[in-house]
DNA sequence: GGTTGACTTCGCGTGCACTCGAACTGGAAG
DNA sequence: CTTCCAGTTCGAGTGCACGCGAAGTCAACC
């Protein structure tokens, strides 16, 4: 059995690769307090571990269902505060799905439109 | 049978509220050619007839969407075109609905992450 | 006939989420 | 040792979609 601990660390160019995000991107989520302050090599190259680059996926995927990063940043802070916040982080999940949930709902009923109109044009170009 | 023709028309004020946007936006709209020159009365002030609210109406369902406003423009201008962009109308929505169709399975996965990560809230506190 | 209030145009300001340029540094390859 | 590349910090710039204040106009009501 050759189970290696060592963390395979990567430069933020590699983590950015991985989440699919710009190093610039990476780099300005870790100053406004997103991620926890990045581990550093012998030239305080940024050094990002397995456990940072699923922090981060985590952030895209509620980037990506719209929550601001001014509520991520709270969300970071209860993070680092450890077990205290595990209500309170609950709490904030289960909110943003309630937003998540109506904005689904939203897009049905945009959908609704949409199809209505595509009918609607193909019926025009069929009656020319 | 009282089928009454006389067009109810509203001022920016009256369609703000109606379509749930600003008086402000709706300016900037007409003047980022969303909306084709409105009407105007002996004041000089805006009027907009059922037709026009309708058209504020599907922007904001396409806004919602995601639609960019360079799209909607080109949308608007192609409207305004007449039958000859009807094809090229439909198959904007489609491209649109398409986008819209893959928006929403990336909700659903992201909701899963979400429901996982509640659970695994739910799970932590218990174990407290 | 004065006040009120919603309208008009114009252009500048705001918030959000990046995005980039500049100037520099440090390790690795040839 | 030079070249090269990916990294570093800092602050300024960008794109999008509005939001708003100022100064003026106009119809309606008291």
């Known amino acids: 059995m050759d189970i290696t601990i060592r963390e395979a660390t990567l430069t933020v160019g590699e983590a950015a690769e991985r989440v699919g995000l710009t ?6 989520y870790e100053q406004e307090g997103l991620v926890a302050p990045v581990g550093r090599d012998s030239a305080r190259r940024r050094r990002y571990t397995e456990r940072d680059v699923d922090w981060l996926f985590l952030l895209t995927r509620l980037r990506r269902t719209g929550m601001p990063l001014r509520d991520m940043r709270r969300y970071a802070e209860m993070a680092r505060q450890g077990d205290a916040t595990l209500a309170a982080r609950r709490a ?10 109506s904005r689904m709902a939203e897009l049905e009923e945009d959908l609704k439109v949409l199809n209505y109109k595509i009918d609607n044009y193909r019926r025009a170009e069929e009656c020319r």
Chains 1, 2 share one sequence.
């Open 92 to 101: 904030l999940f289960e909110t943003h799905r309630a937003r998540v949930l």
């Open 23 to 28: 190093t610039y991107t990476l780099r300005w």
